[in-house]
């Protein structure tokens, strides 16, 4: 299965998401390859601090998509909204989207740009499945933000929004930046609580 982790507007850390959720299945027993369709290469730069590191497992990771799907294989597509032909090829691509969504109008506003894109590339506008979810989220119980996104997420036709949501944790930036998952690194941790329920939410059938 193809899985896009996109959004047209930047700085969502789907580059993080893709990265730990792309461990997570290889820890389920998938095999994985992570197509790194992004110019800025973040995936393709944490995967070879693990390789530079010898941290097992290594990461396939290669920056195009295959032109044939492997059977068994798990890719997960991280895609910037700087090179569009590569989103929109992408796009075309995907068995099933995944779109992080910081809790903000403006990125309420890219999603609905995004979903526009996606209807344009598919035929006749039939969408894949489509899934987001709150990344970046506060942390407070009851905020206010992180409930008005979510309550604009289930109004946009052709969206499924998931109700688990990662919060701005230390973790992600700290694990990522030393070539680790945060289930690596605080296995133990909210945020590798959090990013096992979301796993299981996206990234199984």
């Known amino acids: 299965m193809r899985v896009l982790y ?3 507007k930047g700085g969502t850390g789907k580059s993080t998401i893709v990265f730990n959720l792309a461990l997570w ?6 095999t994985v390859q992570v197509c790194d369709l992004d110019p800025q290469r973040t995936v393709s730069d944490v995967a ?3 390789t530079e590191d010898g941290i097992e497992p290594s990461l396939d990771v290669v920056n195009e998509l295959p032109a044939r799907k492997k059977k068994g294989v798990q890719y997960l597509i991280d895609v910037g909204a700087s090179d569009m032909e590569a989103m929109r ?3 075309r691509a995907a068995d099933r989207v995944v779109i992080p969504v910081t809790p903000s109008q403006a990125d309420i506003w890219a999603t609905q740009r995004f979903l526009e894109i996606m209807r344009e590339e598919r035929p006749k506008g039939k969408l894949p499945p ?3 979810f709150l990344n970046r989220a506060d942390p407070h119980p009851r905020s206010r933000e992180n409930a008005e996104a979510l309550e604009a997420l289930s109004m946009l036709r052709g969206v499924t929004p998931v109700a688990t949501k990662l919060v701005q944790r230390l973790a992600f930036r700290r694990s990522f930046s030393e070539g680790l998952s945060v289930r690596e690194l605080e296995p133990g941790s909210k945020a590798a609580s959090e ?3 979301l796993a299981r939410a ?3 059938d």
């Open 130 to 132: 489509v899934l987001a």
């Open 6 to 8: 996109a959004n047209f």
């Open 25 to 30: 299945q290889q820890e389920q027993g998938h």
């Open 89 to 91: 090829a992408a796009i």
């Open 202 to 204: 996206v990234c199984t």
């Open 48 to 50: 070879a601090i693990r």
């Open 195 to 197: 990013l096992d329920t």
